[in-house]
C-alpha cells in the first residue's frame, strides 16, 4: 500500500512534505506510510481517498487541457 501511495504522490508531482499538506498529514507520517514503517499500519481512509482521487482529477484535467486544445473559440 505504502507503494501505491508513493507512485500517485510522485505521479502528481508533488514532493513529501506537498503531498503531507494537501492530504492533511505530517511528513513524518507519508514517510512512514511509504516506506511501510508505520507502527499504526496504514489503511485507506474514506477521507484520504477522496482526497487523493481529487487531486489525481485535478491533475488529469490539468492535463487534459494542456494536449487537447480547446476548440470551443474557433
Same mark, same amino acid.
Given at each position: ?8 504522490? &510522485?505521479?502528481?508531482?508533488? &514532493? ?8 492533511? #498529514? ?22 484520504? #481517498?477522496? &482526497? ?6 485535478? &491533475? ?15
Amino acid at each position: 500500500q505504502g507503494e501505491v501511495l508513493r507512485f500517485v504522490r &510522485k505521479a502528481l508531482g508533488l &514532493k513529501v512534505w506537498m503531498f503531507a499538506e494537501d492530504i492533511g #498529514l505530517t511528513t513524518d507520517q507519508v514517510i512512514q506510510w511509504e516506506t511501510g514503517n508505520d507502527p499504526n499500519g496504514f489503511g485507506w481512509d474514506p477521507n484520504l #481517498l477522496s &482526497k487523493l482521487i481529487n487531486m489525481v482529477n485535478q &491533475k488529469l484535467e490539468n492535463l487534459q487541457s494542456y494536449w487537447i486544445p480547446n476548440t470551443a473559440h474557433e
